[in-house]
Each structure stands twice: as structure tokens, then as C-alpha cells.
């Protein structure tokens, strides 16, 4: 406590809520708030094997650019051996980014019948192609593929009277934000040294390469049946024991939740026969989807799935911890798949994932277009 004179302001009750408003505008407040809410998540749900950490992260690669900051992540890490050479290293990343936005409500509206709902969250993990990772792409769990809405943002004047749309484009701006951390992640291929030189792959490539030349298939529609029937036990075994030496080395799963937090309230509303509101619902948090700069196009062949609108979770602050028990729980739905894999699964993922990593690379230019209505990364 400083010695130094107390200004007058401060016995002015009037001066003191203003400030208190104005501060709050900040934003700083907010994060307090919201690293409050992650810090006592932490603490209720770390165990000896999974750890749980809420910090503040500040990254960036441009030796010319300032760098950037994520408000709070909320990290879930767990290591853990899924099989005789294969070890799992499971991150579930949550990035929350915070805006204070005192006079605005969102509302959450379904998209059009018939219009493409579903966008993926990203997991990342050097083997995409295997079979352990199509078992993970398979699960029900509602927050792999959630159905998402569109969100719209009301100004309000004394919280009570809607005056307009807000026209700050709040929800693209925040997700944008998030998601150029998430890309950042995929502009370095993480698969480290080149093992495409070994003789089995190259034989199998070759095989696969032949047959789609004799049957005149398109590659990515029979690409995954041929895999189970051509690659062997036996060839997989030998791949594991030359790429491993025999031994277990891990690898990562990593899984991206961005969310914005709002200090706001949240509705879903349901709609008329004439696709009109119709009547609202408070809620915890929203999922909508957004477009952005580089995806899908990078996570191509290195996110487990991909799809061109990408979700963000929209919340506030007291819905926040629902958004991290949830994200929570699919992180260990994802443990629990990735624990229980049949040993020939585990010895069979090295080479699948080369192989399928092999066959992607030698077709990138013939499908550089995205289009959802075709949209050939439903196959593999």
C-alpha cells in the first residue's frame, strides 16, 4: 500500500461506477473473470495422469511482425502408450478470446433446410490414414461435428431495447483470430524425417498407382478399402520395427476448441413455418461456423477430418464452464478410443498413415479446388 495521497474521485460513488464502466470496456476485467472460471476448472479436474493448465500465450513466427496473444488456454495433456510401438501424446487446446460488449446480445438462428450444418473441429495428428484415426472420425461424440447456427449481434440500449444490428462483424473477427493460431500449426509439416524411400511403402504406392490406372477409379473414392485389403500384417510389422526399432515412440493428437467468450447474454431461436423468429432461449453457448484464410487446404491429409466451414463456439462468461466440462469430456471420449485399439491396429498405423500420407502427396494437384457439394475429403 503506497503512502501517497488518496485522490477525491475516489470517495465519489458516482465518478467510481464510471470508471468501473469504463474499465470494463477494456476488456481486462473480462479475462480476469474468465481465467477465474478456468484456473477453479483446473483445479477440480487435473489427476495424476491428466493435466490441466489456464494461461494467458503469446506466439507468432514472423521475425517482422509484432506478436499475437490468445486471451486464455486452457490446456488438457495426457501421455499414454497405445500399443507396443506406438505412444500417444493427447493435447486438447481451448482458446478462448474475450470481448467485453456491454450493450450487444447474440442470437443463434438454424441454417436453411437442406444447407451443409456440420464443421469438423480440428485434430491434428501425424497418423491421419490410419485406422486408429478413422475410429476417432467415426465417433458420435456431438462436439467432433457439431451442427452449428448462424449467430447474429444486437445492440441493445439499458439491456432491454434492441436498437440495431451490430455491424462490427464481432464473431468473424474473434474467430479469425483464434483460428490463424490454429493454421499456424499446420504452415511446418510436423511429420519430421522423410521415410518415404522405404522399399515397402514405395512397392505399395506403385501397386495402388497401377491398379487405379487399370480400373480408371477415381483415387480418393476406393483409396481407404484398398488400404485394408492390400496392406498386410506382416508388411506393417516389418515397417514398425524399421521405423521404430522396436520400440514405443510417441506421437501427438492435438485438438483445437476456439471460443469466443462475450460478456453478454446468448439465445438460440427457433423459427416459423415462414423462417421468421419465432420465440428464443437463453443458453450457455452457441456453435456457428466460419470460413477462413488457408483452410481447409492446409489441413489436408494432416487434420483427421477436414471440412470447409470450421466451428466456433460462442459463450459468456457463466457459460464458459459448461464449454470446458464439455470440451473435457471429449477429451476423454478421445483418450478412451485411443486406449482401447486392438494391438494390430497400433502396429498397423505406421505404415497406413506413411502410405496414405504417400498416395495424398502424389495426388494434391489433381483436386485443388474445394467444393462442398463434391467434397471427396468425406472419403478419406
Known sequence: MSEQPRPEWLNEPNVVKQLISLLNKSGAPLELRAHARANEFARRNKTADTHITAERVVY????????????????????????????????????????????????????????????????????VGS????????????????????????????????????????????????????????????????????????????????????????????????????????TAVAYSKWLTGGKRVFTGVHGFLPVLCVDSPIFSSAVGPEGDPASFEVEDYLVTRLRVPRWP????????????????????????????????GWFRDVRTILGQQPEQATVRAWFEAEFYRRVRDLHDDDSPLFQSSMDIERYL
Open 60 to 127: 507468432g513466427s514472423e521475425a517482422d511482425q509484432p506478436l499475437r496473444e490468445i486471451d486464455l488456454v486452457v490446456t488438457m495433456y495426457e501421455e499414454f502408450a497405445a500399443g507396443p510401438t506406438v505412444g500417444i501424446s493427447l493435447i486438447f487446446d481451448v482458446l478462448v478470446e474475450c470481448k467485453f460488449r456491454a450493450q450487444s446480445q447474440l442470437f443463434g438462428f438454424p441454417l436453411p433446410s437442406g444447407a451443409e450444418t456440420s464443421a469438423s473441429f480440428v485434430l491434428s495428428s501425424n497418423l
Open 131 to 234: 485406422e486408429i484415426c478413422e475410429r476417432i472420425r467415426r465417433s458420435d461424440h456431438a462436439w467432433f461435428a457439431p451442427d452449428t447456427l448462424s449467430v447474429g449481434v444486437v445492440e441493445f440500449k439499458n439491456g432491454s431495447h434492441p436498437q440495431k444490428v451490430s455491424d462490427e462483424n464481432l464473431v468473424f473477427k474473434a474467430g479469425a483470430s483464434l483460428y490463424n493460431y490454429i493454421v499456424s500449426h499446420f504452415r511446418e509439416d510436423p511429420r519430421g524425417r522423410d521415410v518415404s524411400a522405404h522399399p515397402l511403402v514405395e512397392e505399395l504406392v506403385a501397386n495402388f498407382v497401377a491398379y487405379i490406372a487399370e480400373k480408371h477409379y477415381a483415387w480418393w473414392s476406393v483409396l481407404k478399402d484398398w488400404m485394408r485389403k492390400n496392406i498386410s500384417d506382416e
Open 297 to 328: 487446404h492446409l489441413g489436408k491429409g494432416r487434420a483427421i477430418s477436414v471440412t470447409g466451414e470450421v466451428p466456433l463456439i460462442v459463450t459468456n462468461i457463466d457459460g464458459l464452464p459448461s464449454v470446458l466440462e464439455k470440451s473435457l
